[in-house]
């Protein structure tokens, strides 16, 4: 998020936000909340967003095959464009 580097200050609040929803309450589990915003960020079309989200879940432990139906829901909900925007996550999936 290069917009956000001009603003050390808002770069910081964007990610103790982000970390405060995806590692916060325990209401839903890690995993959920992580297959959640993939699907979320490749609706919304961010696509630095989806790969960045997929690196980390299968850091956490997240099996590839969960990552990729999840971006197939992302896929049935967005169509054609979220398909553009799970490219990275593809190929991070395809080389895992």
């Known amino acids: 998020m290069e917009i956000l580097a001009l603003n050390p200050d808002a770069q910081r609040a964007f990610a103790e936000f982000r970390l405060a929803i995806l590692k916060g309450d325990k209401i839903l589990s890690q995993r959920v909340k992580r297959l959640l915003a993939i699907v979320a960020y490749a609706v919304a079309g961010c696509e630095e967003c ?3 989200c997929t690196k980390e879940a299968l850091s956490e432990g997240i099996k ?13 909900v967005n169509g054609g464009s979220a398909l553009n925007t799970c490219k990275r996550a593809f190929k991070i999936l395809r080389e895992k």
């Open 50 to 52: 989806v790969e960045e």
């Open 64 to 76: 590839g095959d969960e990552i990729l139906y999840a971006l197939t829901v992302a896929c049935l």
